[in-house]
């Protein structure tokens, strides 16, 4: 069985101050992992996927996550945040033949002047 | 969230009524899925399909049928909605052939059963 755990629902950092979005996986298989934002009544956009190539995978909008697998983790990360970087974070596990996507709870990242 | 086009955007029901929620691509991908996404509780499969003509259940499938006769089109029905189907419904394609590849999603069909 696989699952995906968000550490945390809610997250809030000041602009300009460094962002950390946790995530753990369990998984039989090696997963291919994944990392959505979603904005305000849109969909979900990907900001990267890790699919056992490198541990460290860089994404868009200056985001990067660190495969760990003796800690079964996939943390996001940021430098420095962004107001625009407000929004809701899903942490993604994929195995099997490609239809058993498990979605984490989320974590809603707050952004404050 | 260009490529995937859900329509309605939004849709209140009253319990018993039915309803037809339409996703269309234009991007000529085999794979096509349907979410419900609850607050707290992320994104469930409902349903999918991997080419024209087929549909398999996913994980929530109770209360909903799903037709792919075109391509590029697949269609979430319910025949006979509930309180409990009120929730923010996702079609999303798989971008690419190999089984990793990232979904990419509609922005979403927000229903209220009352």
């Known amino acids: 069985a696989q699952s995906v755990t968000q550490l945390d629902s809610h997250v809030s950092v000041s602009e300009g101050t460094p962002v950390l979005l946790r995530c753990n996986y369990s998984s039989s298989y090696s997963p291919s992992l994944f990392w959505y934002v979603q904005h305000p009544n849109k969909g979900l956009q990907l900001l990267l996927k890790y699919t056992s190539a490198a541990t460290l995978v860089k994404g868009i909008n200056g985001f990067e996550a660190e495969f760990k697998k003796s800690e079964t983790s996939f943390h996001l990360t940021k430098p420095s945040a962004h107001m625009s970087d407000a929004a809701e974070y899903f942490c993604v596990v994929l195995t099997g033949g490609g239809n058993k996507l498990t979605f984490g709870t989320g974590t809603q990242l707050k952004v404050e002047l | 969230n260009a490529g995937v086009t859900q329509t309605p955007k939004f849709r209140v029901l009253k319990t018993g009524q039915s309803m037809t929620l339409l996703c269309a691509q234009d991007m000529n991908h085999e794979y096509m899925y349907w979410y419900r996404q609850d607050p707290g509780m992320g994104l469930r499969l409902i349903h999918y399909s991997v080419g024209e003509g087929t549909t398999a259940k996913g994980e929530v499938p109770d209360g909903y049928n799903v037709s792919r006769l075109k391509k590029q089109n697949f269609l979430l029905g319910l025949e006979s909605a509930a309180p409990s189907q009120t929730s923010v419904y996702f079609c999303?394609?798989?971008?690419?052939?190999?089984?990793?590849?990232?979904?990419?999603f509609g922005n979403g069909t927000r229903l209220t059963v009352t």
């Open positions: 999303a394609i798989r971008t690419g052939f190999i089984y990793n590849s990232p979904l990419h």
